[in-house]
């Protein structure tokens, strides 16, 4: 008799790997890209740019190899500033928490390279991802009036990701 392998079609998140990208994953960036965003949208020459740039944190997620997600922020120089430049997950897996576990992991990278806050800007009809910063502990300081292609506002949000201990 043959065991039969159970088949799983939505992958747990014990399933998710999150790693430093890699130049071979331009392709699958640029697919996720365009899934993800109709406006606004990172360029496969940008893409190429951050994947072998400096001073920035970028990371992909991947389940079974497959990647679904991505975070990019930017560590500017001379200041204790990280900026969220970009998040995107795949709208299959949307809700599981993959959002959240890139941030978490993005925020980790930002504090290894030294940086004391993290900034982002989003859109202001994006509920879900406004939801899931202010869950996480950002706060709303400002607004951009026509930030994007499509002439939408954002709002600016910003946590304190290192926290300093005075007993040290």
């Known amino acids: ?3 039969r392998k ?3 079609p939505a992958a747990q998140p014990d399933d998710v790997v999150i790693r430093a990208v890699r130049s071979s994953d331009l392709d699958a960036l640029e697919a996720l890209e365009k899934k993800t965003f109709e406006t606004d949208r990172l360029s496969r ?3 190429r740019r951050w994947i ?13 190899a497959k990647l679904v997600g991505y975070i990019l922020i930017i ?26 576990r890139l941030l978490v992991a993005g925020e980790k990278a930002a504090r290894d390279a030294g940086r004391i806050d993290m900034r982002l800007e989003v859109r202001e009809d ?8 202010e869950s996480m502990g950002y706060h709303r300081f400002g607004e951009y009036e026509d930030y994007y292609e499509d002439h939408e506002d954002a709002f600016r949000y910003q946590k304190r990701i290192l926290q300093f201990d005075p007993s040290h």
Do not use: K
């Open 1 to 3: 008799m043959t065991a």
């Open 6 to 8: 159970e088949q799983h």
């Open 45 to 47: 020459r940008s893409f």
């Open 52 to 64: 072998n740039g400096e001073h920035r944190a970028f990371l992909v997620a991947t389940i079974n």
């Open 75 to 100: 560590l500017h120089r001379g200041t204790s500033l990280a900026r969220l430049y970009s998040i995107a997950v795949d709208s299959d897996i949307r809700g599981r928490g993959l959002g959240r």
């Open 126 to 133: 994006n509920t879900g991802a406004i939801r899931l910063y």
